[in-house]
């Protein structure tokens, strides 16, 4: 699956999600998007955040976040940590949406998408530095994973950033549509 796509699908499918809670996740138009990255006062590329995070507000949407979509983790998802980084310095979420997708066909696996962060070994003693971006070094949010094999972090974390596992046949409100509409209201609050 492209990037665009999984980033269209995911909008998509979360649009009637998120409306009862006057949030959206979309892509922006590029002059929007180029605008509000300059409030950021950082020099971002606008292809390097995939969804704004959006809420409204008593005057109207206001973006409070970014999403990055990543189809596997392996897709360079260093490059997005500036970005993330920029958001977060600014007061606002950045987190990622992942099908968490990897998998080895025969002879070497069983084509079954275990993924890379720990659905293969999870319960064994194992450092696994892909779920270092988050739950050690804190470069994004949170970061949430589609593929009910990966294993969620624990409650509490070195940087006390998380990774959560859902499914898309989840009962609503998801563990996302939740962290999104808390987060929104956090900020709403000051």
């Not at 979509?69 to 977060?88: G, N, T, W, Y």
């Not at 606002?92 to 990897?102: C, G, N, R, Y």
């Not at 003693?125 to 994004?140: A, I, P, S, T």
């Amino acid at each position: 699956m492209s990037g665009f796509a999984l980033e269209k699908a995911l909008a998509d499918v979360y649009e009637p999600r998120l409306a009862p809670y006057g949030l959206r996740m979309r892509r922006l138009p590029r002059s929007e998007a180029e605008s509000f990255l300059a409030t950021l006062q950082t020099d971002v590329p606008v292809t390097k955040v995939d969804l704004f995070l959006e809420g409204e507000g008593t005057s109207g949407w206001r973006i409070f976040g970014a999403a990055h979509v990543k189809a596997s983790i392996a897709e360079r998802i260093q490059d997005d940590v500036p970005a993330s980084q920029a958001f977060m310095t600014a007061g606002l979420l950045s987190i990622v949406l992942t099908m968490d997708a990897k998998s080895f066909p025969p002879p070497h696996g069983d084509c079954i998408n275990y993924g890379e962060l720990g659905g293969r070994s999870h319960g064994v003693e194992k450092d696994r530095l892909k779920r270092n971006y988050v739950e050690v070094n804190g470069q994004f949010d949170a970061l949430f994973s589609f593929n009910c094999r990966t294993p969620e972090s624990s409650a509490q974390t070195p940087s006390g950033k998380r990774i959560y596992t859902l499914c898309l046949s989840e009962d609503q409100p998801d563990k996302l549509v939740r962290f999104l509409t808390d987060r929104f209201g956090l900020l709403l609050s000051k």
